[in-house]
């Protein structure tokens, strides 16, 4: 049997140091594109297979973080875990991937499992966790980001956004426009602090204009089109329906658009709709989706970066940022009709 080719053979096939293999792998910043190319081919050819186990470059023992996100159902955490993934991998890590469906007690199973793995930084979506899970990576000394929603105050160190000022954003341009028949559409806020800051913020700018969310037009629906198509059907059956609809994201926006444009509702002429997100293809829909824009690839790159800086204790490396949310107005918000 052909003895399993080391990083001295790798080495010699690309016609390179073994440090340099060694530093392409953990630097490839540092390495000039065409000698990682050389090296690239001569680990296919050889197929060579590193040894996490003996890694202890800068405290890395497997050079792979674990991202644990609610949800790969949806177009929600897309671009972020796209742009987190993207990052790393520049830097010399891996992601491994793993979602608990909105359960905060799944959750903490999930990371224990990462730490099993023996991941060398754990990365989550929000600021709401178990106590049992900020407790576990306190004991095992893991470095730990949280990422998506930002607040000053954050358990752990955070890249995010405001989402209580998104929420406030739509719900201020919204009663700005004369709504004063406002409803909502939103996923449970129950272990969902992202949904809960928003809606707190959009509640927020209502109050401060004088209006209000009628008792029964709060709709809470799942993550899903359907749902919200539902939904956006029962509030414009109401005798006298919203003028607004404002959604807690863009998926729940779209599925309200494609309702409404089934039953001959116009949008934004009888009805304002607006989403939160900027996801992908909201700015092709016919409205285009007024909505305010999440920075998720800005976060998924800055997060990647501080979570490496953690993990290789790079002091002067900046692991904490705020990115601001963006109101982005379109062509399904209007005044109300008269």
């Not at 004991?139 to 000053?152: C, E, H, I, R, V």
């Not at 059956?237 to 494609?258: K, Q, S």
Request: with cysteine; hydrophobic share 45%; glycine share 6%.
């Amino acid at each position: 049997m052909d003895k399993k080719a080391d990083i001295v053979a790798v080495a010699k096939a690309a016609r390179v140091s073994p440090s340099t293999v060694s530093r392409s792998f953990n630097h490839p910043e540092l390495v000039k594109a065409t000698t990682r190319k050389r090296i690239d081919r001569a680990v296919r050819k050889l197929g060579y297979i590193r040894n996490r186990a003996a890694q202890t470059i800068h405290g890395i023992r497997s050079a792979t973080i674990g991202l644990v996100v609610p949800t790969v159902d949806q177009t929600i955490f897309a671009e972020l875990i796209q742009s987190f993934s993207d990052s790393v991998e520049e830097m010399g890590f891996t992601i491994l991937l793993a979602s608990h469906g909105y359960d905060l007690d799944r959750e903490y199973a999930l990371t224990r499992k990462m730490l099993e793995h023996r991941v060398d930084g754990v990365a989550l979506i929000g600021l709401d966790h178990a106590a049992d899970t900020y407790k576990l990576l306190a004991q095992q000394s893991t470095p730990a980001l949280l990422l998506w929603n930002y607040a000053a105050d954050a358990p752990l160190p955070c890249v995010g956004t405001d989402n209580f000022r998104a929420g406030q954003m739509i719900g201020a341009h919204v009663a700005g426009l004369g709504h004063r028949r406002i409803a909502t559409i939103f996923p449970p806020v129950h272990e969902n602090d992202r949904a809960s800051h928003r809606l707190a913020g959009i509640l927020d700018a209502l109050h401060r204009e004088d209006r209000s969310v009628p008792e029964g037009w709060h709709h809470a629906t799942p993550y899903d089109v359907a749902a919200a198509k539902r939904s956006a059907v029962e509030l414009m059956r109401a005798p006298t329906p919203p003028t607004a609809i404002i959604c807690g994201n863009d998926v729940l926006a779209w599925g309200a658009l494609h309702a409404l444009a089934a039953r001959g509702i116009r949008v934004p002429e009888d009805v304002t709709v607006t989403g939160i997100g900027d996801f992908r293809g909201s700015s092709d829909f016919e409205p285009a989706l007024t909505t305010v824009r999440i920075p998720a690839g800005a976060i998924g790159l800055r997060a990647a970066q501080s979570i490496v800086a953690l993990i290789t204790a790079e002091d002067s490396a900046p692991v904490q940022f705020e990115l601001a949310p963006e109101l982005v107005i379109r062509a399904t918000s209007a005044p109300v009709p008269s």
